[in-house]
């Protein structure tokens, strides 16, 4: 997984707003985290993986009659 580092530099940003009070800072990286975790997870699906759960998030437009 090329992105884990991104889990580390989350991770340390979280324990530092923790330790120094920074509560809604910290509640915000972990909502960052959780985001990280879907994009990477998607990102290392099998080529046209993550594209397809794109398009299945994509309204389909309606048809005038």
């Known amino acids: 997984m090329r992105h884990d580092w991104i889990f580390d530099v989350l991770t ?38 993550a594209d397809a759960l794109l398009q299945n998030d994509t309204p389909t437009p309606r048809r005038r009659h």
């Open 12 to 49: 340390d940003l979280r324990s530092y707003a923790v330790q120094n009070g920074l509560r809604d800072l910290a509640d915000q990286v972990e909502i960052t985290l959780h985001a990280a975790r879907r994009d990477v997870a998607a990102a290392d699906q099998p080529k046209g993986g």
